[in-house]
């Protein structure tokens, strides 16, 4: 039985490790990794950095150094202070250290997070690296099963992790994880200071109850970590998925400009009723032309190309718009005539800038109308679009139109 034991006992020892650094590479890869860099990579990374393996090199490197300074040998059954006080400093500092190299390779959004992911998984290596054994546990349940018991705790505690913790961080975008790391790697990395003066205590009197107690104790700090962070994780995403379904429903997924939707609740607002108000129209010429004759790619650039134009003069008072197919407006609040002018000129040679790069080349007519004081909205649209189109037929008349490179001017 004895025997049976062991066995099983060193199957579920060789289970945690397996299944802590596979999850723990999973973990770094659903959350971090860009396309383009190697998986290979990234799992010898996780297999060399992951603090199961810190864990044993602090520990080593600790009695080393208390043994340099204290001139004496290890003495398994004997752990010093400063073995638990340098080791865990070490084994702290360690995972931090990796979780910053790590995150500056894979280039992560926020490092902060990839700090959050190694002390988490630092937290259950830590919990898992001694056995609850002691002279007053022992009598009770014999030492091989409280190892495989402690083995399979610890292995639904990383799946547990993984499942409520670090799947939903890895719907969060990159645009989206600017989050404090108060709220992430405060928590952990308090904990693991204070787990390690009682886990010295208990260490030093061989206190088997005690030692049982704390680890309880800790596995329910633990749960409560991953509870607490998947609440958190699961408001975030929430609140995203809410941002990303107002951002879509107010601009163009094509271009990233506001869509005519929004210009017609901003136009039923008159605007945010400013002081004074200049109204841009814009049409790009030739655009069916060249979706008919060299492929939508090269009218999709066109149309983005026209975009990035007027995105290059936006600002918290410059509103840009596609309006549908080839037509834009842009419409600028509590600006001068003057600065009005100014946008103009501007967006000009952002176009002239954008026309220097890339196969399509842009050309856009543009009807510009200004008011201050009162102003009626349709009226001033109407105006600028008149303005656009004397614009467009000029351009056309001196042969300027939307074309490629390597193809040859023609106006439809």
Same mark, same amino acid.
């Given at each position: 039985m004895?025997?049976?034991?062991?066995?099983?006992?060193?199957?579920?020892?060789?289970?945690?490790?397996?299944?802590?650094?596979?999850?723990?590479?999973? $973990?770094?890869?659903?959350?971090?990794?860009?396309?383009?860099?190697?998986?290979?990579?990234l799992f010898f990374i996780a297999l060399l950095t992951n603090p199961m393996t810190i864990f044993p090199v602090a520990t080593i490197t600790a009695v080393l150094i208390d043994g340099i300074f204290n001139e004496v040998s290890y003495d398994a059954d004997m752990m010093s202070l400063g073995v638990f006080v340098i080791g865990s400093f070490l084994f702290i500092s360690m995972t931090i250290l990796f979780a910053y190299l790590v995150g500056r390779w894979i280039k992560a959004h926020n490092i902060s997070l990839v700090m959050f992911i190694y002390l988490m998984f630092a937290v259950v290596s830590a919990l898992s690296g001694e056995s609850v054994s002691g002279k007053n546990i022992d009598h009770m349940i014999p030492p091989d099963i409280q190892e495989i018991l402690q083995n399979i705790v610890y292995i639904a505690a990383v799946l547990l992790l993984y499942r !409520?913790?670090?799947?939903?961080?890895?719907?969060?975008?990159?645009?989206?994880?600017?989050?404090? $790391?108060?709220? !992430?790697?405060i928590p952990p990395a308090v904990f693991l200071p204070v787990y390690y003066v009682f886990d010295f205590l208990t260490y030093k009197y061989d206190d088997g109850f005690s030692n049982f107690?704390?680890?309880?104790?800790?596995?329910?700090?633990?749960?409560?970590?991953?509870?607490?962070?998947?609440?958190?994780?699961?408001?975030?995403?929430?609140?995203?998925?809410?941002?990303?379904?107002?951002?879509?429903?107010?601009?163009?997924?094509?271009?990233g400009l506001y869509n005519k939707g929004k210009y017609m609740m901003m136009k039923e607002n008159h605007f945010g009723n400013p002081g004074s108000v200049a109204l841009f129209n814009f049409d790009v010429n030739n655009l069916k032309y060249i979706n008919d004759n060299f492929g939508h790619e090269y009218g999709d650039e066109l149309i983005i190309k026209a975009a990035n134009s007027i995105h290059a003069v936006t600002s918290d008072k410059v509103f840009g718009f596609r309006m549908g197919g080839?037509?834009?407006a842009m419409v600028a609040v509590d600006v001068t005539e003057k600065e009005t002018e100014e946008i103009r000129t501007r967006w000009q040679q952002a176009l002239e800038e954008l026309?220097?790069?890339?196969?399509?080349?842009?050309?856009m007519a543009c009807g510009l109308k200004y008011s201050e004081g009162e102003f009626d909205a349709d009226e001033l649209f109407?105006?600028?679009?008149?303005?656009?189109?004397?614009?467009?037929?000029?351009?056309?008349?001196?042969?300027?139109?939307?074309?490629?490179?390597?193809?040859?001017?023609?106006?439809?």
């Open positions: 004895t025997n049976v034991l062991n066995v099983i006992n060193s199957i579920s020892d060789i289970a945690f490790i397996i299944i802590f650094i596979f999850v723990f590479f999973v $973990s770094l890869e659903k959350c971090f990794l860009r396309e383009g860099q190697s998986k290979v990579i !409520f913790v670090v799947r939903d961080l890895s719907k969060l975008t990159d645009r989206k994880r600017q989050i404090s $790391s108060r709220i !992430f790697l107690v704390v680890r309880i104790y800790s596995l329910i700090v633990l749960a409560l970590f991953i509870w607490a962070f998947s609440v958190i994780i699961r408001n975030i995403n929430a609140t995203n998925a809410a941002i990303e379904a107002q951002y879509e429903a107010e601009h163009d997924k094509l271009t080839d037509e834009y026309n220097s790069q890339g196969e399509v080349i842009c050309v109407h105006q600028a679009d008149d303005l656009m189109y004397h614009d467009k037929k000029a351009r056309k008349d001196k042969g300027e139109t939307s074309h490629l490179r390597s193809a040859t001017k023609t106006e439809a």
